[in-house]
């Protein structure tokens, strides 16, 4: 079964760290580029982080620039947003999503196949 699989979610505090993997079932993730999105409640949809099939090309939104970073382990199926210096404006429900032999851009229209989400809450 073709699914995506999201963890790591959880409460904490401004200025911690929190790390996002984003696993694969039923197909290998090696031909796909990764995106990282986040929705925060009456808020769109946002591209946060994005990594292409190969991994030699990312992107990331301007508000997490220098915060977060993506990356990916094909050999354990499984691709990694690193978190730090999280702030409440961070709190969203975070989804990851898979492009078949993407570039890496973080256009969620790109993007096929999605998990269900993972809940990353911000707060003191």
């Known amino acids: 079964q073709f699914q995506l699989v999201e963890s790591g979610g959880g409460l904490v505090q401004p200025g911690g760290s929190l790390r996002l993997s984003c696993a694969a079932s039923g197909f290998t993730l090696d031909y796909y580029a990764i995106g990282w999105f986040r929705q925060a409640p009456g808020k769109e949809r946002e591209g946060v982080s994005c990594?292409?099939?190969?991994?030699?090309?990312?992107n990331y939104g301007d508000s997490v620039k220098g915060r977060f970073t993506i990356s990916r382990d094909n050999a354990k199926n499984t691709v990694y947003l690193q978190m730090n210096s999280l702030k409440p404006e961070d709190t969203a429900v975070y989804y990851c999503a898979a492009d078949y032999k993407g570039d890496g851009g973080c256009w969620s229209y790109e993007y096929d196949y999605w998990g269900q989400g993972t809940q990353v809450t911000v707060s003191s």
């Open positions: 990594i292409s099939s190969s991994g030699s090309s990312t």
